[in-house]
């Protein structure tokens, strides 16, 4: 008698593979796992026929795994179109467990060949097959290809859900809506006393009340005033949050903000409103941030920020250029400001392609360290606190 339950020996498997016609289910088996144990030890061209074999066989799952097996044989012997063609047949069998793995691999593959649309298309089809340790990651991936073809919107939904946090609509809408809702309040009749409580009053600054630092962003001195920072605001603030991340976007436009307000608590000699200073900030940021870190940008960015430059020069020469009407040291202040933590601080939500592709969990190239990072943000809050201190403030 034979032990019916034993595994297929080497002489079985040899004479399936050099014969034609359907497999029992333990042969078909047995070469799954003989193609396997050939891909580990590196001998392609054998995995590939032993896969090559099961191919056709009638359960689909058993199928797919050999078709799945063979694709990555080919890919590894330099044959991707093969290869691909393997992926799509998996995709013509119902759904098994070779499915998800046969999209995510023919994405790659569209990367690969620059098809950057219909990798979207394979990657939002292995999305909704991914298991959970994968999700992140394919949203991520989603991510950067939707920043790639021009979609910001879709770019910031996937990469918010690839990082478990962050909201879907960006800070710096919330940021834009609720200071044209103060400043509308504060241009009418019954707001001005709200716009004088609000705004940079050197008196009010010196005797303590620190939160005008922060508060002169949302009140302007005329409704073509808030229009032009708005209007700034809503082209760079997405881009700065995306780029850094939501609470690093409040963190920068603070920061800045109060960098521009002790400047003009220092230098100006009246009172001022707007949003202006961390806005320069906010430019500050993007133009140190993307030279010195070289992060991914999508085409919106990669058409704006090269004109960065220009626009800070026009802006301060008209700013200088209407002195006494227009607050230079807060411009000033915030855009060094932001120079600063676009310098210290490396984007934290963006890699760059190359490093991107080579699979997750890898440091951006040329980031700076988190503890440099802390000491640069910390020093800025110490000049602050050394220029407040200098101008008189007592608490």
């Known amino acids: 008698m034979t032990d019916q339950s034993a595994p297929p020996g080497p002489a079985e498997l040899a004479a399936a593979l050099a014969t034609e016609g359907p497999l ?12 396997a144990a050939l891909l580990a030890s590196g001998d392609f061209h054998a995995a590939g026929t032993a896969y090559q074999r099961v191919a056709g066989f009638d359960d689909a799952a058993v199928t797919a795994a050999a078709w799945l097996g063979l694709a990555e044989a080919l890919f590894r012997l330099d044959r991707e179109n093969d290869a691909r ?6 995709l013509r069998l119902p759904d098994t467990p070779s499915t998800y793995a046969a999209w995510r691999n023919l994405a790659a593959a569209h990367v690969r060949a620059g098809d950057l649309r219909d ?18 990651e394919i949203a991520s991936r989603l991510g950067w290809l939707a920043k790639e073809t ?15 946090d962050g909201p879907a609509v960006p800070l710096a809408y919330l940021i834009l809506g609720l200071t044209i809702i103060v400043s509308f309040y504060a241009l009418s009749d019954g707001g001005m006393q709200l716009a004088s409580d609000l705004a940079v009053n050197k008196g009010a600054i010196a005797a303590g009340q620190i939160y005008r630092l922060f508060t002169v962003t949302l009140v302007h001195a ?7 920072n708005m209007y700034a605001l809503y082209l760079l603030g997405p881009l700065v949050e995306g780029l850094w991340g939501s609470k690093t976007f409040v963190a920068f436009y603070l920061l800045t903000a109060a960098a521009a307000s002790t400047a003009s608590f220092l230098l100006s000699p009246g009172n001022s409103v707007g949003a202006s200073g961390a806005i320069f900030g906010l430019v500050g940021v993007l133009l140190a941030g993307t030279r010195a870190h070289h992060p991914v940008l999508d085409r919106r960015a990669r058409a704006l920020v090269p004109q960065l430059g220009s626009i800070i020069v026009i802006n301060l020469a008209i700013g200088f250029f209407f002195a006494g009407t227009i607050d230079n040291a807060a411009h000033v202040g ?26 997750p969990g890898r440091a951006a190239a040329g980031t700076t360290p988190l503890v440099v990072a802390s000491l640069g943000v910390l020093a800025l809050i110490a000049l602050i606190v050394v220029g407040l201190t200098a101008g008189g403030l007592t608490i």
């Open 24 to 35: 029992s289910r333990p042969i078909a088996l047995a070469l799954l796992d003989r193609g």
């Open 85 to 90: 063609n393997a992926w799509e047949a998996i």
């Open 119 to 136: 990798a979207m298309a394979a990657y939002r089809e292995a999305d909704r097959r991914a298991p959970a340790e994968d999700r992140a």
């Open 150 to 164: 021009g979609d910001s919107g879709a770019a910031r939904r996937y990469f918010a859900r690839s990082r478990g």
């Open 222 to 228: 005329n409704l073509a005033h808030l229009l032009v």
């Open 334 to 359: 915030g855009l060094v400001a932001g120079l600063w933590l676009g310098l210290v601080v490396p984007p934290g939500r963006v890699r760059t392609l190359r490093d991107f592709w080579h699979g």
